[in-house]
């Protein structure tokens, strides 16, 4: 019986209605829901590409591993720390940093800073060398050349690369008594800056250099560190390492993951998905009234074929079947013909980078196969939920005269 009802619905999608109006409001449902469906795996898949486009502008940003001390900010007993990192063969490579907030004043212009100290391995854990655009990366050779993010050097204006020109780090001290003179209140430093890089929101504001110039700023010991960043052989078992670091190095250690440090930015990558992803599904749900509409002028239009059917002695149930899988054929071509179309789209745009974000910059696309898996789920949920309630078509209807 449900092979039967399942070939007179699809009769009645292909074969040729008893009125044009049907015709036209049954094949207005499928062309709404492919459009519906085009658009919505097109902004998903445009979505995707600007997700892993995020992913690349901050990857040298951040470290896979990052160690800090959650007693104090310093960290304790470095020596045995190295040593456990050195004997893990998961790690690459580590670095050592320390982070603070400065004063930073040139020709009477000043701005308050973030000063990351680190050593000549940091570039092996974080190759943030590779996004200068300016200039160069510090040579180390003198722990007063640093790299400035690229908005904060152009707020003020501090020439690159020019050794006639130094700007002054200021770091308050720490405690108490009486100020007698101007040492007593903060250590300075000039520095030259050799090169600028993008910050890409993530590092705006900052300034990198030798590890050396902000030890003498803190007054802190030689081989200090507040982190440690970990550059591993396979970022994918972030993990399993932090577990096991945490086994050997005991207490008073915190181990974050490239994910938990960016945890913001994340966050609000997750809300915009989400937020889209609710849009278009609404867009998809208004959609599938106009295939409501579709099963009710067939409904009218079928009429007697209906009554026929009965007085065969076909059961309502049945006959609620057949316009149920009517509109599951609809809902079903529309759903592939959007996912074909769609999917053009997208090479279209891969391959000929057409439509632009900005001048120089195409929107990207990536097709992912969890794309197929989301839309067309969304829309056979509303589209069957909505085949199924207006499919109830009443005894009364159908025997009164």
Not at 24 to 50: D, N, P, Q
Not at 57 to 66: E, F, Q, V, Y
Request: charged share 20%; hydrophobic share 45%.
């Amino acid at each position: 019986m449900r092979s039967i009802a399942f070939y007179i619905a699809s009769r009645y999608l292909l074969a040729q209605k008893g009125s044009t109006a049907v015709t036209f409001i049954t094949w207005l449902a499928v062309g709404a829901m492919t459009v519906a469906v085009t658009a919505m795996f097109v902004i998903i898949s445009v979505f995707s590409g600007l997700e892993d486009i995020n992913k690349d502008m901050i990857s040298n940003l951040h470290a896979d591993l990052t160690i800090k001390s959650t007693a104090g900010k310093t960290l304790q007993d470095l020596q045995k720390i190295n040593t456990v990192l050195k004997n893990n063969k998961e790690i690459s490579s580590f670095s050592k940093i320390i982070e603070e907030k400065v004063y930073i004043n040139y020709n009477g212009k000043g701005d308050i800073a973030y000063l990351r100290g680190v050593d000549s391995a940091y570039t092996k854990v974080n190759p943030i060398n590779q996004d200068v655009f300016y200039g160069a990366y510090p040579s180390f050779q003198y722990s007063n050349e640093v790299l400035m993010e690229n908005s904060l050097d152009n707020r003020l204006s501090i020439p690159v690369e020019s050794t006639g020109d130094y700007a002054t780090l200021f770091m308050p001290k720490p405690g108490t008594g009486i100020i007698n003179k101007e040492e007593d209140i903060y250590n300075k430093k000039d520095i030259l800056i050799t090169g600028v890089f993008p910050g890409k929101g993530q590092m705006d504001n900052y300034i990198i250099s030798p590890i050396e110039l902000t030890e003498d700023l803190l007054n802190l010991p030689k081989k200090s560190a507040y982190q440690i960043v970990i550059k591993l052989k396979n970022a994918e078992n972030a993990d399993s390492v932090k577990q096991n670091l945490l086994r050997s190095l005991g207490k008073n250690i915190e181990i974050k993951t490239k994910e938990e440090e960016n945890a913001a930015f994340w966050k609000m990558i997750n809300t915009e998905k989400l937020f889209i992803y609710l849009i278009f599904a609404l867009v998809i749900f208004i959609t599938t009234f106009n295939l409501a509409g579709a099963i009710i002028i067939l409904q009218l239009d079928k009429k007697e074929q209906a009554k026929s059917l009965i007085s065969l002695g076909f059961s309502f149930a049945y006959l609620r079947r057949i316009y149920f899988y009517t509109g599951v054929l609809i809902v079903s071509s529309g759903i592939i013909s959007g996912l074909i179309l769609g999917t053009l789209l997208c090479y279209f745009q891969l391959y000929t980078g057409v439509f632009k974000a900005t001048e120089s910059l195409p929107f990207p696309v990536k097709i992912v196969i969890k794309n197929y898996f989301i839309v067309s789920l969304t829309a056979a949920l509303f589209g069957y939920i909505i085949s199924w309630v207006f499919s109830k078509i009443s005894k009364e209807y159908i025997t009164k005269s």
